[in-house]
């Protein structure tokens, strides 16, 4: 069975500083792994996805992962943070031949102080 | 606008009240699924469907019932909601394959008293 963890329930940072959310998984077969965010009172939204391919994935607003399958581990960065970035991010694997399940991580809330 | 609508957005209600939560879809989303999101247990998935008539349990299902009667749709029914049901739910539907991404509605507050 899969799993995720997410090992930092709170990173508080200042604004343009870097971050790195952290993301392990367990799976004995290959997966996707997704990054998704919650801004406040909303329902979450794709930030990127590693399907195959490069292990370095980026989104639109900055952010980064990089799948290391050896460390089975699909850190998030983002090199200067804004305070808009202030989120709960949720890092989430499926299996690749299995439609079924989408699983989440417990989710890192990320608070940018000004 | 392509969106998952969820209805409504905030309920308190007491125990035993049935009760349903609505969800609809407008991108023609073969899969939907509702989750439960809970302060340090992140989302979980409460039931899932594949396709119209296809449904299947998720991680926590107990105490949920959904049915899947036309693709669009895909409410969650509460028979006999209790207080460990206080919690946020979120609708979310995909199209295809679980390499894509899943859409999420914007979440209904619930409180069993």
């Known amino acids: 069975a899969q799993s995720v963890t997410q090992l930092d329930s709170q990173v508080p940072v200042f604004e343009e500083a870097p971050v790195e959310l952290r993301c392990n998984y367990s799976s004995s077969v290959s997966v996707y792994l997704f990054w998704y965010v919650q801004y406040p009172n909303q329902g979450l939204q794709l930030l990127l996805k590693y399907l195959s391919g490069s292990t370095l994935v980026e989104s639109i607003n900055g952010f980064e992962a990089e799948f290391n399958k050896s460390q089975t581990s699909f850190h998030l960065r983002k090199p200067s943070v804004h305070i808009s970035d202030t989120a709960e991010y949720f890092c989430a694997v499926s299996e690749a031949h299995n439609t079924d399940k989408l699983i989440f991580g417990t989710g890192t809330r990320l608070q940018v102080f000004p | 606008e392509a969106q998952v609508t969820q209805n409504p957005r905030y309920l308190i209600t007491v125990t035993g009240k049935k009760l349903t939560v609505t969800c609809s879809q407008n991108m023609n989303h073969e899969y939907m699924s509702w989750y439960r999101q809970d302060p340090g247990l992140g989302l979980r998935q409460i039931y899932y469907?594949?396709?119209?008539?296809?449904?299947d349990k998720g991680d926590v299902p107990e105490g949920y019932k959904v049915s899947r009667k036309e693709k669009r749709n895909f409410p969650l029914i509460l028979e006999s909601p209790s207080p460990n049901q206080t919690s946020l739910y979120f609708c979310?539907?995909?199209?295809?394959?679980?390499?894509?991404?899943?859409?999420f509605g914007p979440g209904t507050r619930l409180t069993v008293l």
């Open positions: 469907s594949m396709n119209v008539e296809v449904t």
């Open positions: 979310a539907s995909r199209f295809g394959q679980s390499n894509n991404e899943q859409f």
